[in-house]
């Protein structure tokens, strides 16, 4: 989820003020605890994990390569002042152009599995090149190029068919009063056309299918904030319009890469497996003696890590968001929807707080929503996050009310000088270890990130990533936490005694 500069249209924690539903509750409230409150079982002290669970770390295709100009984000972060110091995403790691050193990368560190992108707009330059299935022939060899080095590197491959960035032809900043990206009624199909395209492709090296990342934070960043394209601040009905938007686009996904992807790569009976990607927070109330702020909170978990997943795994249409299925255009279990998910994919990050007033009080919303610079005795991230695994551990037993195997599809910090990540590592591992004691299905943990990258609106400033880069000569070079990640990786267990290891947080730099 981005974090939002202050020169941004809305200062920093009022922007971080988030969609809440005008009428009430929650259907699926699986958890509501205080800011201190722990699992049951938090206290416990270690977690194995199974032979075959995936390790890897995750990234994304804008944030990573150079020459994804022909997208909104290649247009957006060339418009001046919407990225922090002018950053250009050509200034990356360009990891199309260094496969080799990022397989590397994962194999030097233990790791077996890597989620990344495609990027659609690079592959598919043209409308027609889309429909007529002839994609740039250059990006193909080096996505073809890609997936073969992880596979002969023995490296499970997860592909993201959509992590932000759209195709211009469909998604165009420069006109933001027009419907946009998902707006557009053709962007639907488009879509499935482009998943279908992709499996028929690379089904025969691929099984694990992520199609949209984080579809409720994509809305929130380019409707409501202001900070992703088409920038727009407080469209609250274009933001709602979005995300139904992608929860159609997910499905008819899910449904296009089944019916392309018929080769099983990895001998386990299965040719796809596919999922969506959810960025789930820890939602508590800022005061939680304070029974409107409870409410609140309810009513933003639900929009944030229930509504899609309602959708997209029950087919539950909640057409207004207002938590309950007895709206006009509101339906349960919809067979166009249901069942669109063999996994779920948690990206957490932190937590936020949330009251009923003290900021700005959306439109067909009644929340407050804090994300960062949060008043809590919490250690901070470089983003101005707080650090809370615990909630790790409550996102992990909400998501698991869907009886669905779990990816860990992203977590991590802005650490820049990775005197944090070592110990948030060990800490998250140990709360995901202890949340599959508890019977949580999790078959698999995402880093965020492989390698230092392109922040979307925050550009280079925060550090992500387990190995940075040089920025003249792209070398790589590993982070001492990558080597306590590789380590705990090879233990294939973790236990209060490695985190106590470690140092105590120190302080952040701030890049937000
Ligand atoms: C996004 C990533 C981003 C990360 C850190 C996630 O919400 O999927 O693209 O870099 O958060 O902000």
């Known amino acids: 989820m981005?974090?939002?500069?202050?020169?941004?249209?809305?200062?920093?924690?009022?922007?971080?003020?988030?969609v809440a539903l005008a009428a009430a509750c929650s259907k699926t409230d699986a958890s509501s605890a205080g800011p201190d409150a722990q699992a049951p079982d938090a206290r416990a002290s270690e977690a194995d994990f199974p032979p075959g669970f995936l390790w890897g770390s995750a990234t994304a295709s804008f944030q990573v390569e150079s020459g994804n100009a022909n997208t909104d984000w290649g247009v957006w972060a060339a418009t001046p002042g919407k990225i922090k110091n002018g950053d250009r995403p050509d200034d990356g790691p360009d990891a199309l152009a260094h496969i080799d050193e990022d397989v590397k990368a994962l194999t030097d560190t233990a790791q077996n599995a890597y989620r990344f992108s495609f990027?659609?707009?690079?592959?598919?330059?043209?409308?027609?090149?889309?429909?007529?299935?002839?994609?740039?022939?250059?990006?193909?060899?080096?996505?073809?190029?890609?997936?073969?080095?992880?596979?002969?590197?023995?490296i499970t491959p997860m592909l993201t068919l959509s992590h932000f960035s759209l195709p211009l032809y469909l998604s165009n900043p420069r006109l933001p009063k027009e419907p946009q990206g998902w707006e557009r009624p053709e962007t639907v199909q488009a879509f499935a056309r482009y998943c279908g395209r992709i499996a028929a492709r690379f089904g025969k090296d691929i099984d694990l299918w992520a199609t949209i990342n984080e579809p409720v934070v994509a809305p929130l960043g380019g409707y409501i904030q202001g900070a992703f394209p088409p920038g727009l601040v407080l469209e609250m009905d274009r933001a709602f319009a979005v995300v139904k938007?992608?929860?159609r686009g997910h499905a008819a996904c899910y449904d296009a890469i089944h019916q392309a992807d018929t080769v099983d790569a990895d001998g386990d009976g299965k040719a796809a497996l596919v999922g969506p990607v959810l960025h789930q927070r820890e939602v508590l109330p800022q005061d939680p003696n304070d029974e409107a702020d409870r409410a609140a909170t309810k009513r933003v978990r639900y929009?944030?890590?229930?509504?899609?997943a309602n959708a997209s795994i029950l087919g539950d249409w909640d057409d207004d968001f207002d938590g309950s299925l007895e709206g006009p255009g509101d339906r349960k279990a919809d067979p166009a929807l249901k069942g669109r998910a063999d996994w779920v994919g948690v990206n957490y990050y932190t937590i936020m707080l949330v009251a009923s007033s003290g900021g700005i009080v959306l439109p067909r919303v009644n929340a407050v929503i804090k994300v960062d610079r949060l008043d809590t005795p919490n250690p901070k991230t470089d983003f101005s996050w707080d650090i809370h695994p615990q909630g790790f551990g409550a996102v992990l037993d909400e998501i698991a009310i869907y009886k669905l195997p779990v990816f860990v599809t992203e977590n991590g910090l802005a650490d820049a000088s990775d005197r944090n990540r070592a110990r948030f590592l060990a800490e998250h591992l140990l709360q995901m270890g202890l949340a599959r004691k508890r019977g949580v299905d999790v078959r698999g943990y995402f880093h965020w990130s492989l390698i230092d990258n392109f922040e979307w609106n925050s550009g280079y400033c925060p550090r992500f990533g387990l190995f940075s880069f040089d920025p003249k000569t792209r070398a790589r070079t590993m982070r001492e936490s990558a080597k306590t990640y590789k380590s705990l990786i090879l233990a294939g267990r973790v236990r209060q005694g490695d985190i106590d290891a470690f140092p105590p947080y120190g302080a952040p730099a701030v890049c937000n």
């Open 2 to 18: 981005p974090t939002i500069r202050p020169s941004s249209p809305l200062s920093s924690g009022l922007l971080a003020a988030l």
């Open 303 to 308: 929009f944030n890590n229930l509504w899609f």
């Open 245 to 247: 938007a992608e929860a």
């Open 119 to 154: 990027e659609w707009g690079k592959l598919y330059p043209t409308r027609e090149s889309l429909d007529s299935d002839t994609p740039d022939a250059d990006t193909l060899a080096k996505y073809t190029n890609l997936v073969g080095k992880l596979r002969a590197a023995k």
